[in-house]
């Protein structure tokens, strides 16, 4: 990465997106890893160890499922580089802590941190509306809560990449809503 930027790499579940952004984030001399996921059960408990593994070793790393903006603040300023994966599960984590939640005030609280560092930031989340409807008003509301966030943090982002079957496509490219 050449200069501060703000990269969005979205996509479905097993497409690709952590492994593309891990391999964006590798040209940071400094670089904090974000994580957001919090062992629940078994299955995810192995997803993070996976993903644990496959980062280099001279990463920083925080986990926070919540508090974001708390957590990275005094710490961030020492990366060039920072990868927070993923929105998907911190929308998530806020929605079950607090349902009455103002989504996106959180994330323009997470993109004013962005401006206020020198990093560029690289950030994960699942583009989870190209499914069916959700059966559950639950998950219905958060299909939307998520699509807003993905659209508050696109419109800031310097590229958007969707990754499907672990091809990037550029999409500011594609739109036309890019200088590249």
Known sequence: MV????????????????TYAQRLAEGGDRVLFVATAEARDAEMSARIVAHQASR????GTLEEPLDLVSAMAPVVS??????????????????????????????????????????SWIVVSN???????PATKLGRVYADELGRVNQI????????????????????V???????
């Open 56 to 59: 280099p070793p001279d990463w």
């Open 127 to 133: 583009e989870v509306g190209l499914g069916v409807v």
């Open 153 to 172: 943090v696109a419109a800031e982002a310097d590229e958007v990449w969707f990754m499907a079957a672990g091809l990037p496509l550029n999409l500011k």
């Open 78 to 119: 020492g990366y060039d580089t920072v990868l927070l994966d993923c929105l998907t599960l911190w929308v998530s984590n806020l929605m079950l802590d607090d349902p009455d939640v103002d989504l996106p005030a959180q994330a323009e609280w997470l993109l004013e941190l962005y401006r206020e560092q020198e990093a």
């Open 174 to 180: 594609l739109s036309g809503d890019s200088t590249a």
């Open 3 to 18: 200069g501060k930027q703000l990269t969005l790499v979205l996509g479905g579940a097993r497409a690709g997106k952590s």
